[in-house]
């Protein structure tokens, strides 16, 4: 039915409400007339939400059912046989309930089972205040689904809807199996614990804590989380052994400050050289964000000396309040340490300290479209070896740069780059090194035209180099200052084919890209120009097609080389992966090369060595990638570097790498995790299949794993650098042991021992190799990595 066209909407609906329609079919009529006009849309719920308001706690519908059900109105409801009860967040059931409405308070008996955010809770009594939900449960056993904990009490105290004490407590993480004789591998005993599960905390009180059948150790209070949630207090100690400190240990205490505020201070012990603490503050912020570590001893009793390291770094923007000039970028690295051997005897303290060149800078940067500028300061710290000194960099003191560019205007692409830069360094400590402090002032201005279409490219491009040093000593002839100015011709162009296949099975679509890259810088003698921040670029696949071999501003090539390469690529016809890679190339010179660097050889007229490279992807399981070096005149080969990944699932990879530089060195480098019961042949597939549904939680209890990494060189026959160990996952409890061993100098090395027992949902004890594993082993994962919280909807009836 329908209104007649000439009826207002009143006069329709007092039509329909005579007609016996009423408002219902009205509402219907407008829902459909809407739905035609609007697309229908979902929403979510507040009742889907993982956290119930106190809105919903309160004013949340109740739903009863049993078998029997007896009400008074006003005064008393009795549930009888399968009683249930529902209100958002709470589950409840039990033989029979009895509530009392006038007390707004809960009665349960027999058989009771209580579902309340994501935990569980049983036992034979239950008198609970429904509303502040207060009361207490008698010889209760929990289990909280957070992180997998159960245990059993004399009596569960609930305190509000997130907090509740529980007296004369057991917990474990240790999954129960059939049979009247188990004992979990570790078990907590309390006098009280309390739940906190707002901040989704453990404080228990009297403690014992047993670990197999070892004698139990008593513990006044002890915190732990339920979550990885942050939150204030002493974490667990680290204790391990060292060459160069002896034994330590380690008792770290992190402060929650803010949610984008934290700190961490970390007291040491070490047998051979005495206290120190560690302190590292980080923060975040909207328009900033840094971090500040700082290492101090007092008094190092083996160099009798204080020790310390600082590292901190900041990046942010600054609001100059002009909106003509906008924000200003900011970042700031500072890295110093008290003596040249601090890198060796504290690896603890970062990587970045742990380096012999320690870098300190300061960024200012702005920019407006494609125009942008740069001033900052940098200075090195040089850690030098009596027996293998190195060259300290130059110090930035300062550099101011700016670049401006232009791309696919009219067709051209063009840009200029230029700065100026202040350079200093003390040699004093090099023998036969004299530094040559000046000031260099550098431009770059560069114009090219791409053409690009699906069946190849052409570029052809022009650039110019100016530059200027003023030095603060005279040069061999006699100048305290040089001018340079070279131009740079290029032509880079490549076809490319493409046709479909079938390759072992698979469809594949293949390509050959054939490529020629020219380009010509004439000569200039420049040998007496210092070298303040040049080097000599890697020779590989993608340096080939360059116009200069050199990094840097000090050194242009006299270039006059044409580069020809082919690559054939195969990608997978259904998702476009790429399967393989293939690719040659070889640089003919037609002059021999008379611009050098730090005395190095040049390239002469002629074909330069062959670069052959491959990469296989052709699963997720195998990755291997190949570069191959072939000198020109010996046809041998002269550099190799090999790698292979094999990573057929989670919790199994193994990184191998052979790399060879023909009279420099020649490695081999080898990484693995694997669980041993591949090796023996108990790998239990189906076990193993249901256990890693849940991510992050390994491939089930009762599983060793081998974890390594050896460096080894085989030109010098020795080991350069070992990591070893050994895991093992018990399900409720994972023991890791590895020894590492790392060459700091020609005659010395650094062994440390790492030893950890990790009781899953309680602590870690010992001193963590985790980093040692990440930092060696690619695609290393930890057993118990990021697992996903469950929903309070776990298990919820």
Known sequence: MSCPPKLSPEDCFFAL??????????????????????????????????????????????????????????????????????????????DRMVYDQSQDVLEAFGSIQLNRAGSQFQGSELRLQVDSFQ??????????????????????????????????????????????????????????????DEESTVKAEGVKVRFQNLPEVSIPAVSFPLTDDRRSGFLPPIVGVTTRNGAEIAQPY??????NRDATVTTHVMSKRGIAVDTEFRYLEKDYKGQTRLNLMPSDTLSDQARWGLSSQHSGIIDTGIERIGSLGLGLNLNRVS????????????????????????????????????????????????????????????????SYGQWQANGLDWSVRGDTTRFEADFSRVPNMVAQNGERSFVQAQVSRPWIRPWGFFTPKLQLHATRYQLDQAMNNGSNSANRVLPTYSLDSGLVFERAAQWFGRSVAQTLEPRAFFAKTPYKDQSMLPVYDSGVTDFNLSTIYSENTFVGNDRLIDNDALTLGVTSRFFDANNGAELLRLGVAQRIRFSDQRVLLNNQPGASAGLSDLLVGAGVRWDNRWALDNTVQINNQTNDISRNTLQLRYYPSPYRVLNAA????????????????????????????????AWTRSPGQGLGPDRWFTVGRMNFSMSEGRMVESLMGLEYDAGCWIGRIVFERNQRSIATSNTRLLFQLELIGLARIGSSPLAALRNNIPRYQDLRDNPLQPSRFQNYE
């Open 17 to 94: 409400k005579r007609a016996g329609m009423g408002v219902g079919v009205l509402w219907i009529l407008q829902g459909a007339a809407q739905a035609q006009s609007e697309p229908l849309l979902l929403r979510s719920s507040p009742l889907l939400e993982e956290r119930i308001s106190p809105r919903q706690g309160k004013e949340g519908a109740i739903y009863v059912s049993g078998q029997r059900l007896i009400i008074q109105p006003d005064l008393n409801t009795v549930i009888e046989g399968q009683a249930r009860l529902r209100k958002p967040g709470l589950s409840l059931r039990a």
């Open 135 to 196: 009361g207490a449960l008698n010889k209760p056993t929990y289990e909280i689904f957070g992180n997998g904990a159960h245990g059993t009490a004399s009596q569960l105290e609930f305190i509000d809807p997130s907090r509740a004490l529980v007296h004369q407590a057991t917990y474990t993480t240790c999954r129960r199996t059939p049979g009247p004789d188990w004992l979990p591998s570790w078990l907590l005993k309390a006098t009280r614990m309390s739940i906190d």
């Open 254 to 259: 992190y402060f929650d400050i803010a949610p």
């Open 339 to 402: 003596d040249d051997n601090y890198w060796r005897d504290f690896r603890r303290t970062g990587l970045v300290l742990t380096q012999r060149l320690l870098p300190s800078t300061g960024v200012l940067s702005w920019g407006r479209g494609a125009f942008n500028m740069t001033a900052q300061v940098q200075r090195w710290q040089t850690l030098q070896d009596i027996n293998a000194t190195i060259l300290p960099p130059y110090d930035r003191t300062p550099q101011i740069g700016m």
């Open 658 to 689: 052979y790399r060879l530089n023909r009279g420099v060195s020649e490695q081999l480098d080898l990484g693995w995790q694997w669980p041993l019961s591949d090796l023996i042949g108990r790998s239990n597939s189906a076990a193993e299949s």
